[in-house]
């Protein structure tokens, strides 16, 4: 058993002989003086397979997306295992449990491995994780109560400057895709960098559930040589904030918070480079009050009510799907109004207000010091309003078609909404209807063609120039669209 060649001095063997580990067994027979040949065999211990196994060889998610689901890996005999991951820039794994983290876009292989001891064999297994970037124009704080874009999630531009083509674009860390569909990438590192006199990260929009805004928090460093200048981060919806730019190495926030759904812009005026290390996006909850669009005024897809607040000033722009209007102008000779689109509304302003769906949306409450200034406006509030036959029309949908009707006299009106006001004058024939006519978007007013001067030129809404418009038709005038009256 030890390998040597038996002789008649070796220890005989008269039962079963036990091994445990790949073995050569010679013998030989005696009988009397007589000795036989030595024979030998070879046995081998056959050592199983650990029998690792991922219930996936693949798997794909998208960055910042969750929850998602990776494969799991089988360890029928629970041999000790390490894992890796070929490249901890798309994930890192923890050595010993195995719990994967997205860090950016890419390919990895995670691997479990098992080095093997007297029981089974050495073994491992893997899976091939892709991870895209993100292809949305927005972020979601509708299904999420935050998004966080970390180191990974970008790289950076160009590094000379000025660059129109590719310069501060928040983009993908794949080298190729964008987060937010924007230009191409001319260099690939995990930090994007400003380096320009005026640098801007291009804006993603930030959708919120109704009542709802978001705090968007970004984190910069800075290189070897301090910048100098100034770091801003800007709301479409009109916030903003700034500070100064921070000391070499240094790690300094800027936060703002956002009263509804917009776009967001981070930008930067300074010398020298600087890094964007993080930016996180946080739903949080705001003041609003309702504000009701009912489906009985309706123009093509649009839905129009008035409205007015007397206590609180609101933020229309910023509320996904509602639009605020001014009245500037009333001419009565062709029924026509002019309507001004208006955000940030003070207090007791009367409005006409326009929404995609009939419903009630959710407006937020801003401070009056936060409020435009609205200088000219021919509606007014309805609080407390009767009317008197002459000067107070409102909003309805009659005999006429849609726009304001003149108000009986001795008639109430309903509170919290908005009237349009006229004079009259003391002329005989007084005017009972203002149209409201078509689509009205930003600025769209109604003309009368009989007023028109002859060198006004019209094109109708492909870009083709019009010899003559029609009245009930939608033209673009100086820029603008215009409605031609039918009165």
């Excluded at 916030?239 to 967001?264: F, H, I, K, R, T």
Aim: aromatic fraction near 8%.
């Amino acid at each position: 058993m030890d390998g040597s060649d038996p002789t008649s001095e070796s220890t005989p063997y008269t039962g079963t002989i036990t091994i445990s580990a790949t073995t050569t067994v010679k013998a030989i027979a005696i009988k009397g003086n007589e000795t036989s040949n030595i024979s030998s065999a070879t046995y081998e211990k056959v050592i199983p397979s650990a029998g690792l196994e991922y219930s996936e060889s693949s798997a794909e998610v998208t960055f910042n997306e969750t929850p998602y689901t990776l494969p799991t890996l089988n360890n029928p005999y629970s041999v000790s295992v390490t894992y890796s991951s070929s490249n901890e820039a798309v994930a890192t794994v923890n050595l010993t449990t195995g719990q994967v983290t997205i860090c950016g876009a890419g390919t990895t292989t995670i691997t479990a491995t098992f080095s093997g001891n007297d029981d089974y064999q050495p073994g491992s297994a893997s899976y091939t994780l892709t991870v895209n970037p993100m292809n949305s124009t927005e972020i979601d704080l509708v299904n999420n109560e935050s998004v966080t874009f970390t180191n990974g999630s970008w790289t950076s531009v160009a590094t000379s400057y000025p660059n129109s083509e590719a310069e501060n674009q928040f983009i993908g860390s794949d080298g190729t895709s964008t987060i937010w569909n924007y230009k191409k990438v001319l260099k690939s590192t995990n930090e994007l960098q400003f380096k320009s006199s005026e640098g801007q990260l291009s804006s993603p929009k930030v959708n919120c559930p109704d009542g709802c805004g978001y705090k968007v928090t970004i984190i910069f460093t800075s290189g070897s040589s301090s910048p100098s200048g100034s770091l801003y981060v800007t709301a479409s919806t009109g916030e903003a904030a700034s500070m100064a730019a921070p000391s070499s190495g240094v790690d300094v926030s800027l936060s703002l918070d956002v009263c509804g759904w917009s776009n967001v812009t981070i930008s930067n005026k300074c010398t020298n480079a600087l890094y964007v290390k993080e930016i996180k996006f946080e739903r949080i909850q705001v003041e609003t009050v309702d504000v009701n669009i009912s489906d009985k005024a309706k123009i093509d897809n649009e839905y129009y009510a008035t409205y007015s607040n007397s206590v609180k000033a609101l933020h229309f722009g910023a509320v996904k799907g509602l639009k605020a209007y001014i009245v500037e102008t009333a001419e009565k000779e062709s029924s026509a109004i002019t309507l001004s689109e208006v955000t940030k509304v003070p207090a007791n302003t009367g409005l006409l207000i326009c929404g995609t769906t009939p419903k009630t949306y959710k407006v937020p409450v801003i401070p009056s010091t936060s409020a435009d200034e609205i200088l000219v406006n021919m509606l007014h509030p309805s609080t407390g309003m009767t009317g008197d036959g002459k000067s107070v029309f409102i909003l309805a949908n009659g005999n006429k078609g849609l726009g304001f009707y003149i108000v009986k006299n001795g008639s109430s009106l309903n509170s919290n909404q908005a009237y349009l006001k006229i004079d009259n004058g003391t002329s005989s024939e007084i005017k009972t209807f203002f149209s409201l006519g078509g689509d009205y978007v930003n600025d769209i007013n109604q003309i009368k063609t009989e007023s028109l001067s002859e060198n006004i030129v019209f094109y109708n809404l492909n870009g083709q120039r019009v010899a003559a418009p029609l009245k009930g038709g939608i033209y673009i005038m100086n820029g603008k669209k215009v409605f031609i009256s039918t009165k």
